[in-house]
Structure formats: structure tokens, C-alpha cells
């Protein structure tokens, strides 16, 4: 089995910096995309960042600047680096990972996509 597990969500003030990580955790050895998604109470899932397993990355127009996704194809793991906080980035982030082949069981599985089971970050005013 696979799993993501976030960590790094938080309460700060406005213009502060958190750090989120996910860690991908058993037996992979390909993910295709990794990304973060954002859900604030009230609205719908919306795409934060997303990282390709070759580099390429990109952001939700409400995010462009301020955040920075990054990975670590060797470890399996994506940061997002969240800078000049603002209230309405308040919601909880999940990671996502898709187009995963990993090993279960002396054999190769393929997944679409998983989802973390998401952090919690909280921008005061």
C-alpha cells in the first residue's frame, strides 16, 4: 500500500511563512505529478501547486509568488513553501499524487491518484 501523510500546517499571522511536506510512504518507484490542493470551508477543491517528476511546475493564479512547491523524487516526497500569507490562503491542504506505480505484494500496481488526508493552515488577520 501507499500512503501520503502531510505535515507542517499551522496557525500564523498575515504576511508570515509556513512549510508543508508530504511524504510518500512504501514500495514506488514512479510518481508521475505530485501537487497540493486547498479547500477552504464553504467552497470547492482548488489546485495550489503542482510539480511534474521531471520539474515542471504550476500555480494557482492566487498563489503565483508567494508559494514554491519542490520534490524530492529519491524520497518521495513534496514541500510547498508558502510565503506573504493572507487570510483567504485559510483552508486545509492536501497532497496529492498522481499516476503512481508502486509494488504490492511481489507485484506491480498502477494508481491514478491518492490524496493525503490533508493539514490544516490557519492565516490570521
Known amino acids: 500500500q501507499v500512503q501520503l501523510v502531510e505535515s507542517g500546517g499551522g496557525l500564523v499571522q498575515a504576511g508570515g511563512s509556513l512549510r508543508l511536506s508530504c511524504a510518500a510512504s512504501?514500495?514506488?518507484?514512479?510518481?508521475?505529478?505530485m501537487a497540493w490542493y486547498r479547500q477552504a470551508p464553504g467552497k470547492l477543491r482548488e489546485m495550489v501547486a503542482l510539480?511534474?517528476?521531471?520539474?515542471?511546475?504550476n500555480y494557482g493564479d492566487p498563489v503565483k509568488g508567494r508559494f514554491t512547491i519542490s520534490r524530492d523524487n529519491a524520497k518521495n516526497t513534496v514541500l510547498l513553501q508558502m510565503n506573504s500569507l493572507k487570510p483567504e490562503d485559510t483552508a486545509v491542504y492536501y497532497c496529492?499524487?498522481?499516476?503512481?506505480?508502486?509494488?504490492?505484494?511481489?507485484?506491480?500496481?498502477?494508481?491514478?491518484?491518492?490524496w493525503g488526508h490533508g493539514t490544516q493552515v490557519t492565516v490570521s488577520s
Open positions: 512504501g514500495s514506488i518507484f514512479f510518481i508521475n505529478a
Open positions: 496529492n499524487a498522481a499516476g503512481v506505480r508502486y509494488q504490492d505484494v511481489g507485484s506491480s500496481k498502477f494508481v491514478d491518484g491518492l
Open positions: 510539480i511534474t517528476n521531471g520539474g515542471i511546475t
